[in-house]
């Protein structure tokens, strides 16, 4: 669908995600929430807490509460079982549902196989979002061809770009405390996470022969930190069997990081043809392969023009707020 930006109106709009991290609810749905506080909307959060179904289940007569206490326009629920929560929780709010990956297609196991109860949770999804839910948001064509509705939009997750930015090297690992002796490859993530497959990024750093390098785990640290992790690294390694739009990639790219990917979500058509960054297949040669590459040409010639082309694609916070905030306008017109 194309979207046209109107006015801003001061719409309530209630955010309703996970909050069972470490950090609480993701600082991917914080930063798009403070994206649309400053574009004039009034936000509220409401964090689902509490594992498995049960927790989900005994966080409706809470956020029926919630409602109850304000009246919001708009429940914009992040991730697919957020949104059945909001579902059996709303009065008469309209419901926007932003899907984030494995909710529509699906959880992995560590061989990249998707999981069979995980087949059951996108079916419901699906349904819901056919008869159900008043918009649907998904984070890339992949999600988008697989959600067979008219009410619903592409919309890549955008990074503030006040928070990630260029720094020196020097400095960068200064200001985390780190000694760098090696190369290093980031992995933003946890291993653990079978979807992640951490397997293929270890396998490939050691079939690497020119460069001595380390990979540098990261998960769990406040995002206002990860700005120094990417200046401070060679290489960012992304190996995940699926994903939707990951801020992982832009925020590398905005502080001009080298990258190596699997082709995964939207990273083919946010990376374009910017320099030092590559794609690679599920295959530990091919991947070692780019990440040496991604090493020599940096080491040659510096680092990316990253930045450049996540200001040119429009994936800057304020950009997609804009985008959202036309969505709430369409679905409170309708």
Same mark, same amino acid.
């Not at 990261?218 to 200046?231: A, D, K, M, Q, T």
């Not at 990273?267 to 030092?276: D, F, M, N, S």
């Given at each position: 669908?194309?979207?046209?930006?109107?006015?801003?109106?001061?719409?309530?709009?209630?955010?309703?995600?996970?909050?069972?991290?470490?950090?609480?609810?993701?600082? @991917?749905?914080?930063? =798009?929430?403070?994206?649309?506080?400053?574009?004039?909307?009034?936000?509220g959060f409401f964090?689902?807490?509490?594992?498995?179904?049960?927790?989900?289940?005994?966080?409706?007569s809470d956020l029926?509460?919630?409602?109850?206490?304000?009246?919001?326009?708009?429940?914009?629920?992040?991730?697919?079982?957020?949104?059945?929560?909001?579902?059996?929780?709303?009065?008469?709010?309209?419901?926007?549902?932003?899907?984030?990956?494995?909710?529509?297609?699906?959880?992995?196991?560590?061989?990249?196989?998707?999981k069979l109860a995980?087949?059951?949770?996108?079916?419901?999804?699906?349904?819901?979002?056919?008869?159900?839910?008043?918009?649907?948001?998904?984070?890339?064509?992949?999600?988008?061809?697989?959600?067979?509705?008219?009410?619903?939009?592409?919309?890549?997750?955008?990074?503030?770009? =006040?928070?990630?930015?260029?720094?020196? =090297?020097?400095?960068?690992?200064?200001?985390?405390?780190?000694?760098?002796?090696?190369?290093?490859?980031?992995?933003?993530?946890?291993?653990?996470?079978?979807?992640?497959?951490?397997?293929?990024?270890?396998?490939?750093?050691?079939?690497?022969?020119?460069?001595?390098?380390?990979?540098?785990?990261?998960?769990?640290?406040?995002?206002?930190?990860?700005?120094?992790?990417?200046?401070?690294?060679?290489?960012?390694?992304?190996?995940?069997?699926?994903?939707?739009?990951?801020?992982?990639?832009?925020?590398?790219?905005?502080?001009?990081?080298?990258?190596?990917?699997?082709?995964?979500?939207?990273?083919?058509?946010?990376?374009?043809?910017?320099?030092?960054?590559?794609?690679?297949?599920?295959?530990?040669?091919?991947?070692?392969?780019? @990440?040496?590459?991604?090493?020599?040409?940096?080491?040659?010639?510096?680092?990316?023009?990253?930045?450049?082309?996540?200001?040119?694609?429009?994936?800057?916070?304020?950009?997609?707020?804009?985008?959202?905030?036309?969505?709430?306008? =369409?679905?409170?017109?309708?």
């Amino acid at each position: 669908m194309r979207l046209r930006v109107l006015s801003v109106k001061k719409m309530k709009i209630l955010f309703v995600a996970s909050g069972n991290s470490s950090q609480g609810i993701s600082p @991917i749905v914080k930063n =798009q929430g403070e994206s649309l506080q400053k574009a004039g909307l009034s936000i509220g959060f409401f964090a689902i807490t509490g594992k498995g179904l049960k927790g989900y289940l005994n966080s409706i007569s809470d956020l029926r509460k919630t409602l109850f206490a304000d009246n919001y326009e708009i429940i914009h629920a992040h991730y697919g079982l957020c949104g059945v929560v909001a579902l059996l929780a709303r009065k008469r709010e309209k419901l926007v549902v932003s899907f984030m990956g494995d909710d529509l297609l699906g959880e992995n196991r560590a061989d990249g196989s998707v999981k069979l109860a995980s087949k059951f949770v996108v079916a419901i999804n699906k349904f819901l979002s056919r008869f159900f839910y008043d918009f649907c948001i998904v984070k890339s064509e992949e999600m988008l061809k697989e959600l067979h509705v008219n009410h619903k939009a592409l919309v890549p997750n955008g990074i503030d770009l =006040q928070k990630f930015y260029y720094i020196n =090297q020097y400095e960068a690992a200064k200001s985390i405390d780190l000694e760098k002796r090696n190369k290093l490859a980031l992995f933003v993530s946890d291993p653990s996470r079978p979807e992640k497959n951490y397997k293929l990024a270890s396998e490939a750093i050691n079939l690497i022969t020119d460069y001595e390098v380390q990979i540098l785990t990261v998960s769990g640290i406040e995002n206002s930190e990860l700005v120094f992790y990417y200046n401070v690294a060679d290489v960012l390694l992304m190996t995940s069997f699926h994903e939707g739009s990951p801020n992982v990639i832009k925020e590398a790219m905005a502080c001009n990081c080298p990258i190596v990917s699997t082709r995964v979500g939207d990273v083919e058509w946010v990376l374009g043809e910017t320099t030092v960054c590559y794609l690679a297949d599920f295959d530990a040669v091919d991947f070692a392969k780019k @990440i040496e590459s991604a090493l020599k040409y940096a080491e040659d010639k510096g680092r990316t023009n990253g930045r450049e082309r996540i200001i040119e694609l429009g994936l800057d916070s304020e950009s997609v707020a804009k985008q959202i905030v036309e969505i709430y306008h =369409q679905v409170l017109r309708n």
